[in-house]
């Protein structure tokens, strides 16, 4: 059964930086889609990027273009969310996903994702 793990949250300042990491283990990590997922207090869980299984095409929910990357290393079976010019409203819980398939620029269903990690609190605040 295949998992994954997230790690790299935590607290920081409006217009800070932080790096998200994702590790995967006991699936074919080359040949899923994978996804970061967030979801604030008291609001549905909401889509912010994914990348393709050989990393060439990457998306971004409007609300992140530009100042998120998403990136993977194959390599290290790891997919990563670089997060610059934090705001107060990125704090949430990002999960990571993967998946066989693309899903889509939306928060799918929990069940259509393959793996589903337990998420890492992300806080922006002065």
């Known amino acids: 059964q295949g998992h994954v793990t997230e790690s790299g949250g935590g607290l920081v300042q409006p217009g800070g930086s932080l790096r998200l990491s994702c590790a995967a283990f006991g699936f074919t990590f080359s040949d899923y889609w994978m996804y970061w997922l967030r979801q604030a207090p008291g609001r549905q869980i909401e889509w912010v990027a994914a990348?393709?299984?050989?990393?060439?095409?990457?998306y971004y929910a409007d609300s992140v273009k530009g100042r998120f990357t998403i990136s993977r290393l194959d390599a290290l079976n790891a997919v990563y969310l670089q997060m610059n010019s934090l705001k107060s409203e990125d704090s949430a819980v990002y999960y990571c996903?993967?998946?066989?398939?693309?899903?889509?620029?939306?928060?799918?269903?929990?069940?259509?994702?393959?793996?589903w990690g337990q998420g890492t609190r992300v806080t922006v605040s002065a």
């Open positions: 990348i393709n299984p050989n990393g060439a095409a990457r």
């Open positions: 996903a993967g998946a066989e398939r693309w899903l889509g620029t939306v928060a799918n269903p929990r069940q259509n994702y393959d793996v």
